[in-house]
Every structure is written in C-alpha cells, then in structure tokens.
C-alpha cells in the first residue's frame, strides 16, 4: 500500500515547491507592487501631464515638462545638489572608514558594544535628532555659548542656516550607512591577509592600497551609494538647517508637488533623477564587478 | 655552521598569561630547525616574534646579525608560510606569488622571471592565472610556500603549513619541503606538533612545553636520550617509572623500579647523590620471547594484554616482581610463535635503552 502511494506522493511534492514558492514570494512582489512599481507609474504618467489654474492634474499628454528639467536654474540646483551628496560621501567614506575598521578588529564582545553605538541615533526620530543639531549650532546654541564662555570667540558664529551646517547634518545623518556596510567587509577580512602583506614588504600604506581596499571593495561601493543616493534627495536637513538658503533637488520637487503645485513637473524632474540613479548605480556596479 | 638566528632569553606574556617563558635558542644558517610541542605550548608565539608580528616582552632576537628585536614585519628578511596560506583572494597564482618582488620593486622583467623559475620549482605550470579559490589544497599550499620564497628571505618561517593536507598528500610534501630546504640552502623554522613531522625532515628540533624549551638535539639525539619526562613521553612513547638506587659500582647501577623490579642502567645516567629518579623506557626496547633471552637484565612476565596493529603488536606485560611494562614488537609472521594474552614470556632489557629522565 505504501509502496504504491509513494510515486503519488513524490509527484505532489514535485509540484508544491513552485506554488509554495509563489506564495511566499507574493509579500514580497506585493509590497514593491504597491509602494514601488505603482508610484514610479503614477510619477511616470503624471510627468507627461499638464496641470490646470488650481494645480489639479490634466491628462492630456506634454513634453514641456521634461523641457522645463533642463533649464539651467534646475541643472545648477541639480549639480550643486550633486555636489553637496559627492562631498557628504567623501566625508563619510574618511570617517567611516576607520572607525568601521576599528570596530571589526576588535574582540567581538568589544565589537557588538561598538556597533550598538553605531546603531542607537536609529532609535530616535530623524527629525529629533536633527533639531538637536539645530539647538546645537544655532547663535545662541550649545556651541557657540561653549566657544564664547571659553572666551575663543566675542561674538557668536553663524553656523546654522549655511551650507557647512547643511553638510554637517548630511554627514551626522549618513554616516551609519557608511559605517555598516564597510565593517561588514572588513569583518570577514582574514588578519593573515594583512600580515601576510607586511610579510610580504609591504608597509602600511601599501597593504591598504594593495590587499585592505580591494578586499573592502564591496563595502566601500556599497556604503558610497547607500549615502550618496539619499542624500542628493534629502530635503529635510536642507530645509531646517540650511533655512531654505541652499535649496537642493529635493527641495524642489517637495516644492513643485506642495508650495507651487505643480505636480507634473516635480513628476518629471523626479524622473529624470531617478533615471540618473539607475544609471550611475549600473556603471557602479559594473565597474564594481570587473574589480572582483 | 653560523649562528643566522639568536633568540636570546625571550619572554613574551599576554596579560597574565606567559606564552613564551624566558627561551633562548640558535639557529645555523642553513638548518631546519622544528618548534614542537602541543598547542598553546609557545612555538607559534616565538615563530610570530621571529616573523615581527609580536613583540618580545623582554629578551632580544638577532636575525643574520642584526637585532630585530623592534624591527617592523616588513623591513625583516624572513618570510612566512602562514597555516591558512593567507593567499591573497583577489590576485592570480602569479600575481600573488609576485608580490613580495613588487613590493620590493624589483623590475617587471626580473620579476616575471624569478616568479617563472619559482613556479616551475613547485611545479604550478599552467596555473599562473588562476585565482587561490580554483586550486586544490595542495596546489594552494605550494602557492603559499612559492610566494614565501621568492624574495630570497634569509629565514623562512613555516607555521603548520601541512596541517590542513590529508595524511598521504602530507607525507609527500614533507619530503619535497626537506628537499626544498636543501636545493635553496635556506635557513627552516618549521612549527608543528606532529611529532613524526618533526623527526622526518628536522637537522635539529626544540621540544616546548608550557613556554619553555624542554630539549633541543637531533631526532635521534631528542628520541634515544630524552632529557625529560615530557620529551620522552611527548615523541614516540616511554614506559616512565620511578626508580630507587640499590647499588652501583664503575659501570652500572643496579635500582628497583615501580612495583618491586630490579634493573641495571649505566651509571653514567644516574645523577650524583640521588637516591631516586625518573627511567625511560620505549616500549619497543623491550625485548620479549618465549626463549630465553640474551641480555644484560632479563626477567619474566605474563602478557595482560594484546594489542595487534598490524605492523607492530603492542604487549602489557606484567611482571613477575610485580611492575607493568608496555611493549612493542614487530608483529612475527610464525604463528606459532605469536606471543598471546596468558602467555608467560622472557622479557630483556639492555642497560643502555634504559634513560634516566628529569621529572617534570
């Protein structure tokens, strides 16, 4: 009896697999269904679209949108916001790195506690965290009282509201996603590796160039795009910290679809970004795996 | 032979814990010497210290003349085989094997040459372009070895580098490593805890035991006159039992071991006005036959216990005076003159297998 109810058994299960296998995947295609493919749709026919006087959307198909991106107001505002994101990584990238190496040379209970550390800002809204630094750099702020009282400075510094005040709160926000990504790689370093390099002749500075970069290699990509993407569209910092004074792409589109209402525009400028995006990660990426 | 290495009264403590107890040792240029002991016993710490990655804690260590007590990694003349291979993961077989060259600078066409001749010597023809994760264990092991030997280091450090191969594969490469050593006429320290390791390819070996150097000789200086308990018993095996002196004349003295038996040993071995000591005895010296035996002590006993190894046959004897002994003989193919568990047998012993031992 049993020996004939086996192929039965084995066919059922030959088939399960693949519906067991969609059922688990459908969370999965079901959230990026919804929070992912459908809005880049909307964002997409929304872009090709006019408004009317009230800033409602009219479907009825346009270029002019897509004209508009490229005027030079939006590119300088784009290229400086590419500029602010490219300087906030190199940043991160100098300050992350040692301490995402540090922290995977230790003994790992040392390590877990160091990495905790790390961690911990994400318990704290983003919006708290970040008008703390305002309490911190504003005229009357911790800082300034500190610099004054110590009598280093008379009169208090304007560091709020300018650009290096908007790059401090991209870097403080950023910079954990440098760091993880980074240790994760330098972790899994074998320390013979390194040793076997000094061994080998060579100095500090050539075991990191030779065998510590290229074996982080994955990190360190990693972490660039992880803090470089985000923060070319950051709009919250640039507004309260920079107040509004270095407006970034961000802060444009957040503009179009609230302030000027116009939706199809800031649709279009976020296109285009998004296009931009996917097409620097690719060559990233690429350049990443002929490395490897 | 010149001294290429001086470790001169080295200690080294991490914390509280004292891996490498006070040690000094010479090695001559050209030698392979073997640092053996079981693990945690110091000989890693001390081949790290010679290699640079640890600093000794007090003590000084001259390589080729000069003191590199201080000297960083990568400004020493020594290169190692590290147990892992610790290849690089992200270059070829040649790449990695060029390394310490184009980390000295050495011109690109000198380098490919001396990198050619290396990989012809480990015989790697053909795999200069593959990466350490397509090669077999093997085929890594010889990288790691061709990588270490390229620059020319006057020292070559080895650190258990045959521990990760399977026995047969391991038995061949201690044999081309022994070969190696004398076609480049370099200067070994080689470190392992397999004993039989050490006997098969060493000019010389220091036994280590809790940080410290019990012995250094020859395998067969290290094996035949073990200098104490912990060598005699760490290489090859003893039958260690404490011993009571009777009397002694010129050349022998006579003593009563454990458990009541009476045995001569050459005086020579007892040490001055001591009433007891520690003997060793291997087990394959005891001589054992159902005939009457031709040697200086002779007594009988009945087999306890027998053991059959195929090559060898492991006898526990127990003595008419009433001592245990372990013995090994070569398994004889007469079956009628297979010794057997029950059997009352001859037992021999010549006064010059017996050794007297310092207690650990």
Redesign the interface.
């Known amino acids: 009896m049993q020996a004939l109810a086996a192929p039965e058994s084995e066919n059922l299960h030959a088939r399960r697999p693949r519906l067991w296998g969609w059922l688990l995947l459908a969370p999965l295609v079901g959230w990026l269904l919804i929070f992912v493919v459908v809005p880049m749709a909307i964002l997409l026919v929304y872009s090709f679209c006019q408004r009317d006087e009230l800033g409602r959307v009219v479907f009825s198909f346009t270029f002019q949108n897509y004209a508009r991106v490229f005027d030079p107001i939006y590119l300088r505002i784009l290229g400086r916001s590419v500029g602010y994101a490219a300087l906030t990584t190199l940043i991160c990238l100098a300050l992350g790195y040692p301490v995402a190496w540090y922290i995977a040379r230790q003994r790992e209970r040392i390590r877990d506690r160091l990495l905790l550390l790390v961690m911990i800002p994400f318990w704290t809204s983003f919006l708290i965290r970040t008008y703390a630094w305002i309490a911190i750099l504003k005229n009357e702020g911790l800082l300034n009282g500190m610099l004054q009282y110590a009598g280093i400075i008379a009169a208090p510094l304007p560091l709020l509201y300018t650009p290096l005040a908007v790059i401090i709160g991209l870097v403080y926000a950023y910079l954990p996603f440098m760091i993880l990504p980074i240790y994760g790689s330098a972790e899994k370093l074998d320390n013979a590796l390194v040793e076997a390099a000094h061994d080998l002749g060579a100095g500090p500075i050539r075991a990191f160039s030779e065998v510590i970069i290229p074996l982080t290699w994955p990190g360190i990509t990693a972490g660039m795009l992880l803090v470089f993407v985000p923060a070319i569209g950051m709009f919250a910092i640039t507004d309260l910290m920079g107040g509004a004074q270095v407006p970034m792409i961000g802060n444009v589109i957040q503009n179009q679809f609230f302030r000027a209402r116009n939706a199809p525009f800031g649709a279009a400028l976020g296109v285009v970004f998004t296009l931009m995006f996917v097409i620097t990660y690719a060559l990233v990426h690429r350049r990443g795996q002929r490395v490897r | 032979m010149s001294a290429m290495i001086e470790v001169r009264s080295v200690t080294k403590r991490f914390g509280n814990f004292t891996a490498v107890d006070n040690v000094s040792l010479m090695v001559g240029e050209g030698e392979f010497l073997t640092l053996l002991g079981p693990s945690g016993c110091g000989k890693t710490t001390l081949l790290r210290m010679l290699?640079?990655?640890e600093t000794p804690t007090e003590g000084s260590l001259v390589i080729a003349g000069e003191d590199v007590t201080h000297l960083?990694?990568?400004r020493r003349n020594?290169?190692?085989v590290?147990q892992?291979y610790?290849?690089?993961?992200?270059l070829s077989v040649e790449e990695n094997i060029g390394?310490?060259l184009r980390?000295?600078k050495v011109p690109p066409a000198e380098r490919s040459r001396r990198v050619g001749e290396v990989i012809e010597l480990v015989a790697l023809n053909g795999f200069e372009q593959r990466r350490p994760h397509e090669l077999s264990g093997g085929q890594r092991q010889r990288v790691a070895l061709a990588?270490?030997i390229v620059?020319r280091p006057k020292v070559l450090l080895l650190d258990e580098p045959l521990s990760a191969l399977d026995a047969k594969l391991r038995q061949q490469m201690q044999l081309e490593l022994k070969r190696l050593q004398k076609h480049l006429g370099m200067t070994f320290v080689f470190v392992t805890h397999d004993q039989e390791e050490a006997l098969t390819m060493s000019d010389r070996i220091a036994v280590f035991n809790r940080g410290r150097i019990e012995q250094v000789g020859t395998g067969t200086e290290i094996y035949h006159q073990p200098s104490t308990a912990f060598v005699a018993d760490f290489i090859g095996e003893a039958n260690l039992l404490e011993a009571e002196l009777i009397s002694r004349n010129g050349v022998t003295a006579r003593v009563r071991v454990q458990g009541g038996l009476e045995l001569a040993l050459a005086v020579a071995q007892w040490p001055a006005d001591c009433p007891r000591a520690l003997v060793s005895i291997r087990p394959e010296k005891v001589l054992v036959s159902k005939r009457p035996i031709d040697a200086e002590n002779v007594f009988s006993a009945r087999v306890a216990e027998e053991l059959f190894q195929g090559v060898l046959d492991r006898l526990h004897l127990d003595t008419a005076a009433g001592t245990r002994l372990t013995a090994v003989v070569a398994n004889e193919s007469a079956i009628r003159d297979a010794i057997h568990a029950g059997d009352d047998v001859w037992c021999g012993l010549h006064v010059d297998d017996l050794v007297v031992v310092r207690s650990n």
């Open positions: 290699s640079g990655f960083a990694p990568y020594v290169n190692q590290f892992s610790a290849l690089f993961p992200h390394f310490g980390m000295q990588r270490a620059p």
